[in-house]
């Protein structure tokens, strides 16, 4: 039900870095629940970049971001950001945030049933 808009997308050369930002919009909070990044660029499937739990003590990341991706929260803000760094030509893609996880793998887009818009990211060579 919680409401997600994401932000901080734009176009940087290779080797720069960006910061995303998801903010829940509206009513609900997910300050309680974990939250994931995605991405998806055109012709593939969305695929999972990282997640982190509500106490923000747990995270997780895809091994094609690991040490170069890091994941936090604000839960008294509800927002989540996803600073990264070193970016890849293959890391161009639109990035969205997921949350109200129903349970099942971690990285299963499927398994989410909040979303937001979506920022998109471009990262030239």
């Known amino acids: 039900q919680v409401q997600l808009v994401e932000s901080g997308g734009g176009l940087v050369q290779a080797g720069g870095s960006l910061r995303l930002s998801c903010a829940a919009s509206g009513r609900a909070s997910f300050s309680f629940q974990p939250v994931a990044w995605f991405r998806q660029s055109p012709g593939k499937e969305r695929e999972f970049v990282a997640r982190?739990?509500?106490?923000?003590?747990?995270?997780e990341y895809a091994d094609s971001v690991k040490g170069r991706f890091t994941i936090s929260r604000d839960n008294a803000k509800n927002t989540v950001d996803l600073q990264m760094i070193s970016l890849k030509p293959e890391d161009t893609a639109v990035y969205y945030c997921?949350?109200?996880?129903?349970?099942?793998?971690?990285?299963?887009?499927?398994?989410?049933?909040?979303w937001g818009q979506g920022t998109q990211v471009t990262v030239s060579s």
């Open positions: 982190i739990t509500w106490s923000g003590g747990t995270t």
């Open positions: 997921a949350a109200a996880w129903r349970g099942g793998a971690w990285s299963n887009s499927r398994n989410y049933a909040s």
